[in-house]
């Protein structure tokens, strides 16, 4: 199932193309370095902006509009003779940028109930439903595309990973796992499949065997891609949750802290392993300060209320609580999205 590599010679486009997408949804390590190397090559290729605003999109993160904007802008000229669903990917990722999350998630839904055979589509309704909090059609959306998929064609084990993410999302660990499984069954070193797994068996409160499996497959997770993170923090809860909270707090320090550099999402993790941390008895001492002052170069109040919570947490354990109700009354005077 493995595409053959990147830099072969004689790969066409459609080679390439699918090579960048199964990477994005893998969430490999050269998923970003794949299209960004293919909009280089072929500007004119409208599904590969398609994939570059995909990553966009699914990253949650308010920072990310200004880049999402500029690939709308320079998808533009190539729209005269996009495809209707290339038109539906464009206005899903118009109405995200409008902060109409629940216009784009149906539009991503739409494609994959009447089209069957679009993986980004479902990766992308996936993201929109969980940044609404609808889980129940975080679920329903894969699970719908995996009654359509069929395991010759490419994609098979990302869309069996997001339907496992999706029965997870929706506490049904055992159905999570077994679907985990199988995706790993067909692509081993996918690390969004692997963190489906760890969701699953966190789930089941099966924390021992969570963490042995993520040690056994930390050589398939731990590549520099776009989940790293957050595995990671899946084996820290797993490493708390079986006792060992020096183990959690060597995480935190070695790969939780230093990943609050990237993104808000980051921060996010880190800031609830603290806190799981704290109530565990672990001293914090200047941990807060560090991420209170992460949060603060990250956070765009008002855009993701789970995002908002976090930093307000963060900033109230590192005593600055003038800034935290700063932030509360921010919000209460934001407009409606």
Known sequence: MQPRPHNSPRRSLADLLEH?????????????????????????????HLLKMAQLVAAKDA???PALERALQAAAPLE?????????????????????PLRAAKIYTQLVTEGGDD???????????????????????????????????????????????????????????ELARISLDVEPRSPF???????ALAMQDRAADGAKELRARVADWRVGGRMDGHIGWHLALFELDTGDAAAALAA????????????????????????????AGVGAGARWQALAAAWKRHLQPGY????????????????????????????VLAPDA
């Open 193 to 199: 499949a692997i963190h489906a797994l760890a969701h």
């Open 63 to 65: 920072a990310a509009l």
């Open 119 to 177: 993986a980004l589509a479902v990766r992308l309704a996936q993201s929109c439903w969980y940044f609404l909090g609808r889980r129940i059609h975080v679920r329903a959306v894969a699970e719908h595309a995996l009654e359509a998929w069929t395991p010759e064609r490419p994609g098979f084990d990302a869309v069996l990973a997001m339907a496992a993410f999706g029965a997870a999302e929706t506490n049904d660990g055992a159905r999570a796992e």
């Open 80 to 100: 005269a003779s996009a495809s209707a669903q290339e038109l539906a990917h464009l206005a899903a990722a118009r109405a995200w940028l409008a902060r109409e």
């Open 252 to 279: 935190f320090d070695r790969e939780q802290l230093p990943a609050t550099a990237l993104d808000a999402g980051s921060c996010a993790d880190a800031t609830d392993l603290l806190w799981r941390l704290e109530l």
């Open 20 to 48: 960048a997408e199964l990477a994005y949804l893998r969430a490999a390590a050269d998923a970003t370095r794949s299209v960004d190397a293919l909009l280089a090559a072929h500007p004119r290729s409208l599904r590969a």
């Open 304 to 331: 993701w209320s789970f995002l908002d919570l976090l930093a307000g947490l963060a900033l109230q354990r590192a005593g600055r609580r003038d800034e935290a109700c700063a932030l509360a009354r921010e919000l």
